[in-house]
């Protein structure tokens, strides 16, 4: 067990140090009338000029997105409005006026990058530059900005990345390190460090949220470095908040447990409360409590 353990953190390790540094100006950043957008490749400051990603800035702004990979063009529709553009072609079409860019759309890091300025104007938005806070405001769209489209560092099924994560966490990962680590488990129990019990049992969580975060960028084909997998498990809802305490209760005289107690999932029979519970007679055990349906209908939930 340990064996394959190691070989799945050597897999990811692996993985992780493949994946392209994406840009060099992360510190720039996009807020559409009040909202910080996210991307998967940072917006890229090029010879003066913010360049953010295609599908992400035009979606977030109302507008339908069609690519044509055979020409390299984008052509987004808003409304009445319509932006034809080309990777590396410096017009852009607004409603059939050509406009010449100074910075033309771009390809990096397998996205298309476009002028951000150029867009929002395009889109009957205003756009203003923060110097001191490194920041492009955008204000005037209609929009709330939205997390669609094949050119998001995360996209629509968090409900379903939850659900397998907890899983994974709950009924796999957790009871393997448990038994792979049963001499070190047993010291932190018996010697009562909470702390380290702790640290381990949330750093489980964090790998098992990396685990399915990676496979998920990878099955679809989607580019991704580390700032955008810390980015995709608050977009996920994928954070420290489910676990919501870890306690070392003493059951009796001989049974010392650990409760972790997990956020309630009321619609999915996941667990709410996990055990690891030791004693001198019959050694470490684990279990798990779930949390059912409202069966009465009294809202007290029914445990299984």
Known sequence: MKTKRFLSVLLILMIISTIPVMASNDDIRVILNGTELTFDVMPQLIDGRTLVPMRRIFESMGAEVDWNGDTQTVTATQDDNIIIMQIDNPVISVNGVDTELDVPPQLIDGRTLVPVRAVAEGLNADVEWDGDARAVIITGSDEEPTIT??????????????????????????????????????????????????????????????????AYFLYNDIPFSLDALERARTEYGLGQEHIISISLEQIDANITAIIIEMLPMPEQLISTFIGIAYSTESGLRYFTLERSIDFFGDGNPTYV
């Open 149 to 214: 489209g094949q050119e998001q560092d995360t996209a629509e099924p968090s409900s379903e990345l939850v659900q397998e994560t907890r899983y994974i966490f709950e009924q796999l990962w957790l009871p393997e390190v448990l038994f792979e680590y049963y001499d070190e488990f047993t010291f932190f129990i018996t010697n009562v460090s909470i702390d380290a019990l702790d640290n381990i049992l949330r750093y489980e969580w964090y790998f098992a949220t990396g685990s399915v975060l990676m």
